[in-house]
């Protein structure tokens, strides 16, 4: 019922700080918590999540865990390890109804079984857990067992809310309603964002971002020749030397509606041409379709002959640019239904485009293997002259962080997370209104014709993530939430 999972020391502490940019990050952090990590010397930090594998909250738990250590707690992971389908289906009812959708009703007999399978989970956690301990758990999954533990050994706790919906309908309060009664066990809970605090809540909720890690593959530095090796492996450009493959490359949409290396038809221009470039999964919310249509009329108005209004220079710039629609290898979506309609729609839309905006256009997916891809949206994210996101809903927007620090130019849309992340007309500009075409082409027009902004946004988005969306600040941020807790 409960697993504890290993975690390696990826980087240790000394190795991020032999960065320039990050030294100054590990350093505050190291002052900052001092006092926390006194306070919690002697108790063991339990975090407590449902997957170990998958989705942002099992990828971010390895970094937090072993960072504390790194500091000075101890902290351990463990995940709840239930062979019940019914629980699961009845906490993903949770989570859509927290977003707004599904059947307002809860059905008892789910519920008993949520409950029932939670109090095996406690009866086997309270367990190993002391009652000096601190546990923190995470999401709708192991709230309930995570409650029976605080009521049966009274040790201190919070609630991680990962849930990022401003939703407020019935449906979301039906949801709230069910959880209300488990969350009031715990001392704190902490959210995302302010806007995601239900409230209930309004004065028992920190807020903790999540952050990404600069080493990791994704976000790792990467001098100009590797971005062009790891392009080459994908085949994603045509280099004409011997290159290692990756053992599957990215493909490419093409004209028959099959998918081929995406240096067919032709090269795509990479490194050398003005690149927009979105990488997503395929989700409609994702906003892939607007970003294309808006590109697509975009690229129409430049080429009429009535355009005066623009600079020779801008023209041209619109006139060579390439968008890059990216997302998973459609093995991600086989048995999803929603990701492969959206993956189906985009492929229809892009079919029905004119053979000369197809050639402007492409739809790719990244090579099957997790290491092989992390590395192409790390380098796509460093040779892409804008990184777009243009989602219609959007949690928190983690690709919006690695372009970011990676200093790209950022166009996002005006929407959750993102808003928090992109300050318009400081770290990029923000689309109004992504579902619009037309919002999205004068948005996109705007920052084409902004080059001489480029540096001042791009450092100035640098900046923004390595002070409040690093992993430092993370551990930092939750250190703080810890130590108050316990003294
Ligand atoms: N991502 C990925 N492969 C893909 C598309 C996205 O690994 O084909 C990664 C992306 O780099 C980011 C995460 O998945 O780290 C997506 O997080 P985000 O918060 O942007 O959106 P979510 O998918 O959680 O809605």
Redesign the pocket.
Known sequence: MIQLIDIDVEHTMAEYATDTVLRNSVEAMQNAVTDDVAALDGRTVWMVNSTASGG?VAEMMPKLVSLSRALGVDAKWAVIDVDEPVFFEFTKEIHNLLHGAGDPELVDHEREIYEATSRSVADELAERIAPDDVLVVHDPQPLAAGAMVVEELGVPAVWRCHIGSEEHSEKSRTAWEFLEPWISDYDRTVFTLPAYVPDFLATDADIIP?AIDPFSA?NRRMKPQEVATVLARADLIDTGHPVEQFGQPARRLQADGSFAPATEPADIGLLFRPTICQ???W?SLKGFVPLLRGFAELKRDARSAADSSRSDDHRERIENARLLL???DPS?VADDPEGRAALENLEEEWLALDPELRDDAAVIV?PPD?HE??LV?NALQRCSTVVA?NSLQ???????T?AMWKRAVLMGSDTG?ITAQIRDGKDGRLVPDSGDPASVAETLDSVLEAADKWDDWSYSAQRHVTDNYLVFEQVTRWLETLGLLVR
């Open positions: 942002g999540p994704k990488i997503s999964r989700d990216v997302g998973p991600s990244m997790q891809s992390a949206i996101q959007e949690g928190f927007g983690l690709t919006v690695e997370g």
